[in-house]
């Protein structure tokens, strides 16, 4: 009886946080989307992409609708995670702006609802419905959302709770899953997150009395976690030499430091309770070490955000991180943990007013990111035939490439004046067409090269050229008639990537059939 007196409680504290939350999606109901820096960008790309999962190309690497119908291997390189998870609701017919929608409403409301059940195994239920409500509410989480738009860091921000609740429940398989949603949700928060993952394990095994077991547990749940992910994160890597990244300059960092308004006035809040706990030593240094490491790991991340960190920024990796407000997505889960720590050592009337001061600090902190959201009225057809990059400059246009394209092309096949083509058929997996040449002929393919195409006339493999300004492909064809097929395969490297995520997957499953914790 008392344990579902416990799960009734639970369900309880988990619905007034749904109820808690809802502002923070509000705007995301009415019809159309709202404008913001890379909202719009991501439901090209989910579109392009769902189009190239109808080709037949699984994974999904090169999205031959954008660039003006060339071809761009942008979900090679870019967070493909909220794509996958969104594709279920575009089967069933929502649409692109929808979907992406439901994915942002999802993450937002799984990131809360992760949180509260993460800090439901360190702190008491109201102390943990304070946290939730403040990772919900954190500024840079809010204008992740409607100012930046950015589907892949919102996605990150509810899997990492999400981890930590599987980190304390001690679960190798949800733990290894979670890992893995991190790693396809978003390139630079993947490092960031796994960073304090790590930091976090490190501090559990420091304390643990089963120091060995708990090493074991994290160690299998990362290797799973990473080698399921290997299909996207080692061609990410290993390719990137094919594109314009490391020379192309994305942003100005000096331009993107975080202000105030940003960082907040709850995060000022929840930092200075803390500290003034510490200090009166109702906060104990041995008897709250994760309280201190989650401290410190707040207080850096503004520190690398403000432009006081200027003289760290010159060394920095800065074309991957691009802006220092980024580190801020640490602060959501540090302010949230340190908002319930702060809650939970509090009794009687001072708990009582301390949760009135926060709730307060956090709807000043987020009210201005709530009210200020501008619609668009576009619908589906504009995103599903836009035919953009989705990227701020190209970076991952391939260096052959040396004049990009401004328009789409005329015809898919270029050929002489004399030859006829008949039964094209092309999408971005596969081209197909027939010929009848009077004398030897270059074919020109108007679809980027990228390794991973290969051509066959007539059956037989032949080369690809691309050796001209547009980087496009170009075979040499017989006198005669001829059959001409190109496909988009998966390379070598790839093919190793797609293996090593299948035996992480069956390893995992066999794990799991083992009656290992779930």
């Not at 493909?80 to 594709?87: C, D, E, N, R, V």
């Not at 490092?191 to 095994?205: A, E, P, R, T």
């Not at 192309?248 to 500290?275: E, M, P, R």
């Amino acid at each position: 009886m008392p344990k579902l007196t416990a799960h009734k409680m639970t369900i309880v504290f988990l619905f007034i946080l749904v109820l808690a939350m809802i502002p923070s999606i509000y705007s995301l109901f009415p019809p159309g989307f709202f404008e913001s820096d890379d909202g719009e960008w991501m439901v090209i790309r989910f579109s392009a992409f769902y189009q190239a999962l109808l080709d037949g190309q699984f994974p999904v690497r090169f999205l031959g609708r954008l660039n003006y119908g060339y071809g761009y291997p942008v979900a090679n390189f870019l967070y493909p995670g909220f794509m996958y998870l969104a594709t279920p609701f575009q089967i069933l017919g929502l649409g692109f702006v929808n979907s992406v929608k439901l994915m942002l409403i999802a993450s937002m409301l799984g990131g809360g609802l992760f949180t509260y059940l993460w800090l439901s195994k360190l702190f008491d239920r109201v102390s943990s419905l304070i946290g939730a409500i403040a990772y919900t509410y954190t500024p840079y989480h809010l204008f992740d959302l409607y100012k930046r738009g950015s589907v892949g860091e919102i996605l990150s921000l509810s899997v990492l709770p999400f981890i930590l609740w599987q980190l304390e429940r001690r679960s190798i398989f949800f733990t290894s899953v979670g890992i893995f949603f991190l790693i396809l949700a978003h390139n630079t928060l993947a490092i960031l997150f796994l960073l304090f993952v790590i930091s976090y394990m490190s501090l559990n095994i420091y304390v643990s009395k089963k120091k060995k077991s708990l090493i074991f547990d994290y160690l299998v749940s990362l290797l799973l976690g990473i080698g399921m992910a290997s299909f996207f994160w080692i061609p990410a890597i290993l390719e990137l030499r094919f594109t314009v990244f490391s020379s192309t300059k994305v942003s100005q960092w000096q331009n993107y430091f975080a202000d105030i308004n940003l960082i907040g006035l709850s995060t000022f809040v929840i930092f200075v309770t803390i500290l003034i706990l510490i200090f009166s030593k109702k906060i104990r240094v041995k008897e709250h070490r994760l309280t201190l490491l989650l401290l410190f790991i707040g207080l850096l991340s503004v520190f690398l955000s403000s432009p006081s960190s200027s003289i760290v920024w010159k060394a920095l990796p800065v074309s991957f991180v691009q802006f220092p407000f980024r580190f801020l997505s640490l602060i959501v889960p540090s302010s949230a943990f340190l908002a319930a720590c702060a809650v939970s050592v509090s009794h009687g009337k001072s708990k009582t007013v301390l949760i009135g001061i926060l709730i307060t600090s956090i709807f000043l902190s987020s009210i201005g990111f709530l009210t200020q959201v501008l619609r668009t009225d576009k619908t589906d057809p504009f995103y599903s035939t836009n035919e953009a990059t989705t990227t701020v400059a190209d970076e991952y246009m391939p260096p052959w490439v040396e004049e990009k394209p401004v328009s789409r092309f005329g015809s898919k096949i270029e050929l002489g004046s004399e030859e006829e083509i008949i039964s094209l058929v092309y999408n971005s997996k596969r081209i197909y067409f027939e010929t009848s040449n009077q004398t030897e002929a270059i074919a020109r393919i108007n679809t980027i090269y990228y390794p991973g195409w290969e051509a066959k006339i007539n059956r037989v493999k032949t080369d690809i050229r691309f050796d001209n300004p547009k980087g496009v492909m170009e075979i040499s064809l017989p006198e005669g008639k001829s059959s001409v097929e190109l496909n988009f395969k998966e390379t070598p490297v790839r093919l190793l990537s797609d293996l090593i995520s299948a035996s992480a997957f069956f390893v995992l499953i066999i794990l799991s059939r083992k009656k290992w914790k779930l």
